[in-house]
Nanobody, 122 residues
Framework: VQLQASGGGLVQAGDSLRLSCAAS????????MGWFRQAPGKEREFVAA????????LYADSVKGRFTISRDNAKNTVYLQMNGLKPEDTAVYYC????????????????WGQGTQVTVSS
C-alpha cells in the first residue's frame, strides 16, 4: 500500500490550499482515510477523516467549517480542501489509512504517506 501526499506550500493567512493523497496497492472501499498534522514541537494531531465507501466525514473542532475532506473513487485520491488558513495551521500534513471505523488516534492507522509541508504566514 502506498499513500502519496502532495499539495503543500507557503501561503498567507486567509488563503486556501488543497492537499491530495493518492492511494494505491489495494481496494480501499472498507477503509477510513484520515489527515493528520504535526507542528514543530507538538504531537501529531487528527485533522479530518472520511469513510471511503459511504463518504461520511469527521473533523477536528479546530478545522471544522474551514477544511473539507473528500474523495474521488475513480482516481483513488483523497483531498483536503483548506480554506481560511491561519498561522496555527502550519504543520506537516500526513494522510493515513485505516481498515475499520473512524478513530482520531493516529496509533491505529495502518498506512501513512510521507507528509507535505503547509506553512501559513501572518
Amino acid at each position: 500500500v502506498q499513500l502519496q501526499a502532495s499539495g503543500g506550500g507557503l501561503v498567507q493567512a486567509g488563503d486556501s490550499l488543497r492537499l491530495s493523497c493518492a492511494a494505491s496497492g489495494r481496494t480501499f472501499s472498507s477503509y477510513v482515510m484520515g489527515w493528520f498534522r504535526q507542528a514543530p514541537g507538538k504531537e501529531r494531531e487528527f485533522v479530518a477523516a472520511i469513510n471511503w465507501s459511504r463518504g461520511n466525514t469527521l473533523y477536528a473542532d479546530s478545522v471544522k467549517g474551514r477544511f473539507t475532506i473528500s474523495r474521488d473513487n475513480a482516481k483513488n485520491t483523497v483531498y483536503l480542501q483548506m480554506n481560511g488558513l491561519k498561522p496555527e495551521d502550519t504543520a506537516v500534513y500526513y494522510c493515513a489509512a485505516r481498515n475499520g471505523p473512524y478513530r482520531i488516534s493516529d496509533h491505529v492507522y495502518d498506512y501513512w504517506g510521507q507528509g507535505t509541508q503547509v506553512t501559513v504566514s501572518s
